[in-house]
């Protein structure tokens, strides 16, 4: 039991020193991009290419070396890029990374049962089920974390619509209204001014308005988005009012959440029947008859002593 608990704490301080450092290293990294240095431009080049080299984290040298163990094929890697995307993570050392965390993830666990003895009372089943589990981890994550990020989109995309709105009403052309947009959203919203960021520099990098749209709606992968893309594309294309497209499009995205809440709403009466059901009326029962039955019980005892 004291192993146990050391191994625990031993693990526990281990986890948390590493947080502590990254944490600190990426506060570092801010407070060093937000010093303008004033000379040359090369000593300023020379100044950002030493912040992108120490902005590679001690995570991510732990975890690189790991990515080789796994064989991959090239159409394995495009699905996992393409899943780190819509995740929100764009550089191409995150695929190695993921690869890494699914080799050190079960190696951690296989310690962990190790050292805890936890492994004596499953035998071979408990390390088989570590293994699994810790190969599989990097994926709960990543399909979480592209849950989270669509459910933000989702529910920003209207007020972006609006702002959309705003600007292109006060005179603002189509790239200067998906800039602004995204400059307003940063605080709110980053995820969506971040995909707007990109369609802005996919725009300024000469790719056609057409094709960075289609891009957005295929990074995302979200319902709504691929609509607005939609609309945005025919409006362009036909020469509709975008203004009025946008309004409605805004309008038509809150009446429908209003109504996904409101059926979410209607169903809480009958999801609410197995909690009671086994849950609330044993205990009720419990509590109503426990002591009518023990009285009777008393008292058959002594009828019977009699």
Do not use: W
């Given at each position: 039991?004291?192993l146990?608990?050391?191994?625990f704490?031993a693990?526990?301080a281990?986890v948390?020193?590493?947080g502590?450092?990254?944490?600190?290293?990426?506060s570092?990294?801010?407070?060093l991009a937000?010093?303008?240095p004033a000379?040359p431009?090369g000593?300023?080049?020379?100044f950002?290419?030493?912040?992108?080299?120490?902005s590679?984290?001690?995570?991510?040298?732990?975890?690189t070396?790991?990515?080789?163990?796994l064989?991959?094929?090239?159409?394995?890697?495009?699905?996992?890029?393409?899943r780190?995307?819509?995740?929100?993570f764009?550089k191409?050392?995150?695929?190695n990374i993921?690869?890494g965390?699914?080799v050190l993830?079960?190696a951690?666990?296989?310690?962990?049962?190790?050292?805890t003895?936890?492994?004596?009372?499953?035998g071979?089943?408990?390390y088989?089920a570590?293994l699994a589990?810790?190969?599989l981890?990097?994926?709960f994550?990543l399909g979480?974390r592209?849950?989270?990020r669509?459910?933000?989109i989702?529910?920003?995309?209207?007020?972006?619509?609006?702002l959309?709105?705003?600007?292109v009403?006060?005179?603002?052309g189509l790239?200067q209204?998906i800039?602004r947009t995204?400059?307003e959203?940063?605080?709110?919203?980053?995820?969506i001014?971040?995909?707007?960021?990109m369609?802005?520099?996919?725009?300024?990098?000469g790719?056609p308005r057409?094709?960075?749209w289609?891009?957005?709606?295929?990074?995302?992968?979200?319902?709504?988005m691929?609509?607005?893309t939609?609309?945005?594309?025919q409006a362009?294309?036909?020469?509709?009012?975008?203004?009025?497209a946008l309004?409605?499009?805004?309008?038509t995205?809150r009446t429908?959440r209003?109504?996904?809440?409101?059926?979410?709403?209607?169903?809480?009466?009958?999801?609410l029947v197995?909690?009671?059901v086994?849950?609330?009326?044993p205990s009720l029962?419990?509590?109503?008859?426990?002591?009518?039955?023990?009285?009777?019980m008393?008292?058959f005892?002594k009828?019977?002593?009699q």
């Open positions: 039991m004291n146990t608990v050391i191994a704490a693990v526990f281990l948390m020193s590493v502590l450092l990254v944490s600190y290293r990426h570092l990294t801010k407070r937000s010093l303008r000379g431009a000593s300023s080049d020379a950002q290419r030493l912040l992108q080299l120490r590679r984290t001690s995570v991510e040298s732990i975890v070396p790991f990515q080789k163990v064989p991959r094929s090239t159409a394995e890697v495009s699905i996992v890029q393409k780190l995307i819509r995740a929100g764009r191409d050392s995150h695929v993921f690869y965390c699914k993830v079960p951690i666990l296989l310690i962990l049962l190790v050292l003895g936890a492994g004596r009372y499953g071979f089943f408990a088989a570590a589990l810790g190969f981890l990097p994926d994550y979480n592209i849950k989270a669509q459910l933000s989702r529910l920003g995309l209207p007020d972006a619509l609006d959309m709105v705003i600007c009403e006060a005179g603002l790239d209204v800039q995204a400059e959203m940063r605080m709110s919203n980053p995820e001014s971040d995909e707007l960021t369609v802005g520099l996919e725009q300024a990098a790719r057409v094709e960075a289609k891009n957005l709606a295929e990074r995302t992968d979200v319902d709504a691929r609509a607005v939609a609309t945005m594309i362009d294309s036909f020469g509709i009012g975008i203004s009025r309004r409605t499009h805004s309008e995205l429908r209003r109504q996904q809440v409101e059926e979410e709403a209607a169903k809480t009466s009958v999801k197995f909690p009671l086994f849950f609330i009326f029962f419990v509590v109503a008859l426990g002591p009518s039955l023990i009285v009777m008393e008292d005892e009828y019977l002593l």
